[in-house]
């Protein structure tokens, strides 16, 4: 993640402005940050993580989806989070351009170079949204940090790996498991790449 270094504070007007280019921009506190498209691990947990997601779009509790996907929160400019599920009491915040809200999950694919921003800045910023879980999947450690916001705070419920699982108590009881989800990427792609 590269935080596009100049003087200016940067609206959601800016924001719209931006090319489209294939990279991701994303506007938090007034900061630009930009990052290239992600890579094919990035992309195939994203899509299989997706999947597991939709099963509770299928179910009627709410409505999955996947970066590009402009969500903002108030007091915030535009975020794009890799994944994200807006539960059906929250359609009110679905717009036909973008998220005008705070959904009911967020969740984040660690890429190379961008950890800390996904770890701090994206944290401490759904943190302060009142985002009410956040969800970190790391392809080369395999594992997936399942947090609940608590008093403005996230807690862990869950730090899987893949010899873990975990039927999460309020998605509907959404079983969680690294293992599952890693086996199902192509063998030829590589996290440490």
């Known amino acids: 993640m590269l935080n596009v270094q100049d003087e200016k504070f940067w609206t959601y007007a800016d924001y719209c402005k931006l090319p489209e280019d ?3 921009y994303e506007v938090i506190d007034g900061v630009l940050y930009m990052s290239p498209s992600p890579k094919s691990i990035h992309q195939a947990l994203s899509k299989y993580l997706q999947f597991l997601l939709f099963s509770l779009e299928q179910a009627g509790h709410g409505w999955v989806f996947a970066a590009p996907m402009d969500v903002i929160m108030p007091g915030a400019t535009p975020v794009q989070p890799d994944l994200l599920f807006v539960g059906v009491q929250q359609r009110q915040i ?7 809200g705070v959904p009911m999950l967020l969740v984040e694919i660690l890429s190379a170079g961008r950890q800390g921003y996904d770890r701090v ?3 401490n910023k759904y943190a ?5 879980h ?5 392809p080369v450690s395999r594992t997936l940090e399942v947090m609940r916001l608590d008093g403005g705070t996230y807690r862990t419920l869950a730090a ?3 010899g873990s699982q975990f039927v999460h108590p309020d998605f509907w ?4 498991d690294v293992a599952e989800l890693f086996a199902q990427v192509p063998a030829e792609i590589d996290p440490e790449d």
Not at 128 to 132: I, N, R, T, Y
């Open 22 to 24: 294939g990279k991701r």
């Open 94 to 100: 679905l717009t036909r351009d973008n998220v005008q």
């Open 121 to 123: 800045t994206k944290l």
């Open 128 to 132: 302060h949204c009142s985002v009410p």
């Open 134 to 138: 956040y969800w970190i999947l790391d």
């Open 160 to 162: 899987l790996d893949s």
């Open 173 to 176: 009881d959404l079983k969680l």
